[in-house]
């Protein structure tokens, strides 16, 4: 299964159960695969592995004599993809991957809580997305599994490509084209080339889900370099009516959102997320439920109770009994105006205020970037606007243009912000954070929570 021999052939016979990659978490009877980093070899850690309960490791023929029971391979990482790889077929589990700019970690988790009204679902777990992390999620599969939600992450050409071909969907699906990455590739034209390999290990007539809002998509789409399967069907959604599903009607309330889809025959759906963008993500979950037989009713249970992954616009209530929308998750100009969006729709509390950090790997247009954010808050949006970071200095600029200068607070000291926040805010207002992950916003989202604010 992953292109090994055993290395004595008198341990031929012993049972293995799980396989582990991290030697501070063995489990009796696994597996442990020696990963080598930058910094590490996991096979330094092989034998205290095998003391510890480990019934077997993966040794790389390089590395010499194994200290104890051993497949023998070429390359342990390569060993493990081949592995879950002849795994999910020899399961006969039916894929479906999750490609995107922004949403694919929502829609993951969208798709999961829709299919599993009707199948037994595995889903990745966290931001397990990688050249790593996916064959690890298929190799923490129940062998019984119907149908397995992958997500698929990428900074590059080839890295979807390789997922793809690894874990073969059936399905698949492109939240959208953002800039996050053009540090890495350029331009958003390359961001929807390496996006759109997630075709390339497609199973033949499988069908493509795909945000028909971006003409990016299907410009790629028609490239005679694109690799995609024979008999592939399309289907598109997105907020343009010209979709094959797009919103018929949207109706934001305090803590969830009701929307009714062409598709859907017009019948009312709850989503108990905030957000147009939501509504759309949530269209691409429809299509593969649909596309899979769910019915109408264990739709609406699926939506109903669907369970994010976390600081995706979490609310959050703090001590004093303030609302905090937590997006400190990860950030593009994307994001951040699908987020500004939620903040301007919230009613009835005394003042919106938003916390925006800098947006990060965004290239060498990064500054106007920010700037074109800024320029996207209004007053009907939000009442106070506090930043933090260097580049979103940007933001406070172009903010500048409509919002009142004395209600905007530009900060590059994260302690020194904290303080002058929570110094403004009251009980009765909401705040959003938003930055990407490397901003560490969640501080400011833990001090707000925690504080006795003043009325």
Known sequence: ????????????????????????????GCLFIPLAGDRFDGHDFAGDCLSAGAAAVLWA????????????????????????????????????????????????????????????????????????????????????????????????????????????????????????????????????????????GMKQGGLFVYHGDEPLIAQVLEEPAT???????????????????????IMFMEEKTVFTSRAGGNVPLELPLLGEHNVVNALAALAVARHYGVSEEDIAEGLSHVQLTGM???????????????????SSPIAVKAAIGVLGKKHGYRKKIAVLGDMLELGPAEEEFHREVGRFLTPEKLDILFTYGPLSDKIAEGAAENLDPGMIFAYHDKSELIKMLISMLHPKDVLLVKASRGMKLEEVVDAVKKSNLEI
């Open 227 to 249: 690799e995609k399967p024979e008999g592939l069907k399309l289907f598109t959604f997105g907020l343009d009516g010209s979709n094959d599903d797009s919103p018929s009607g």
């Open 1 to 28: 299964m992953c292109g090994g021999h055993v290395a004595d052939a008198g341990d031929s016979d012993i049972t293995i159960e799980g396989v582990v990659t991290d030697s501070r978490k063995i489990k009796p």
């Open 61 to 200: 023929e390089s590395r010499g004599v194994a200290p104890g029971p051993a497949v023998i391979v070429d390359d342990t990482l390569e060993a493990m993809q081949r592995l879950a790889k002849s795994y999910l077929a020899a399961c006969g589990t039916k894929v479906v991957g999750i490609t995107g700019s922004n949403g694919k970690t929502t829609t993951k988790d969208l798709v999961s809580s829709l299919l599993a009204t009707t199948f037994k679902v595995h889903k990745t777990q966290g931001n397990f997305n990688n050249h790593i992390g996916l064959p690890l999620t298929i190799l923490a599969m129940p062998e019984d599994t119907d149908i397995a939600v992958l997500e698929m992450g990428m900074s590059g050409r080839g890295e979807i490509e390789l997922l793809s071909k690894l874990a073969e969907p059936e399905t698949a699906i492109v939240t959208n084209i953002g800039e996050a990455h053009l540090l890495q590739l350029g331009s958003r034209l390359e961001i929807a080339r390496a996006k759109l390999e997630i075709l390339s």
């Open 312 to 330: 995706r616009i979490e609310t959050v209530v703090g001590t004093s009994g303030i609302t905090i929308l937590n997006d400190a998750y990860n």
